[in-house]
């Protein structure tokens, strides 16, 4: 069964600190997408990877960076944080040459910005 | 533009009642989009319960099934029988192939009355 798995799995954070949420994938999938989940919104996707070395504006990707340093890797990063980010995150990998049929999530980050 | 709407939650029913939810898209960017329903049960990342790619067809898993309806733009999602084991949140996706992205409905919390 693939495996995406997220660290950390709860973090609390102060306003205009720093935040990197990581993803570790072992499917060696193409594709890679971080989202956030809100209540009344599902999941919204905030930034995505084809590939290493690469990344991709997503639907929200204001205030988030991303980097994809090799195939396994993908990062969200929080320069600044602010409450508003204050949400669940999940990772996601899926096979490009598939047409991403399935993707598959890690459990998630749930980040508080105090 | 390209959304999901499916039935507000939270959704309370019987052990061994029926179920629908209810799901809607816009696919105005997508030619044919794929449409999905993942799960995510409490503590655990979103797992793809079923999909279907092509119009008119039905897709069922664990007692679950769901038609693709092109005519009326939806996906419902329906069960005879539930169980204990459904209480979840459950979110209706359409996917476009050759972006490789998904775009999620807001999810339905579904709880089950022993």
């Known amino acids: 069964e693939a495996a995406v798995t997220q660290s950390p799995r709860n973090k609390v954070a102060v306003t205009g600190g720093k935040v990197t949420l990581s993803c570790n994938q072992t499917?060696?999938?193409?594709?890679m997408y971080w989202y956030r989940q809100d209540t009344g919104h599902g999941l919204r996707l905030i930034h995505y990877?084809?590939?290493?070395?690469?990344?991709e504006k997503g639907d929200i990707p204001d205030g988030y960076k991303a980097s994809r340093p090799s195939q396994e890797n993908f990062s969200l990063i929080l320069e600044l944080a602010t409450p508003s980010q204050t949400s669940v995150y999940f990772c996601?990998?899926?096979?490009?040459?598939?047409?991403?049929?399935?993707?598959?999530f890690g459990h998630g980050t749930k980040l508080s910005v105090l | 533009g390209d959304s999901v709407t499916q039935t507000e939650g939270p959704v309370t029913v019987s052990e061994s009642e029926s179920l629908i939810i209810n799901c809607t898209y816009s696919?105005?960017?997508?030619?044919?989009?794929?449409l999905f329903w993942y799960v995510r049960y409490p503590g655990e990342g979103l797992q793809l319960l079923l999909k279907?790619?092509?119009?008119?067809q039905k897709g069922s898993s664990r007692g679950f099934e769901a038609t693709y309806n092109k005519e009326t733009t939806s996906f419902h999602l329906q069960k005879a029988s539930v169980q204990e084991s459904d209480s979840a949140v459950y979110y209706c996706?359409?996917?476009?192939?050759?972006?490789?992205?998904?775009?999620f409905g807001q999810g339905t919390k579904l709880s089950i009355k022993p």
């Open positions: 996601a990998s899926g096979d490009a040459n598939r047409g991403n049929e399935r993707l598959f």
């Open positions: 499917n060696n999938h193409n594709n």
């Open positions: 990877s084809y590939g290493a070395g690469s990344t």
């Open positions: 696919a105005t960017s997508i030619a044919y989009p794929n």
């Open positions: 279907v790619i092509t119009a008119g």
């Open positions: 996706a359409l996917g476009n192939y050759n972006q490789g992205k998904l775009i």
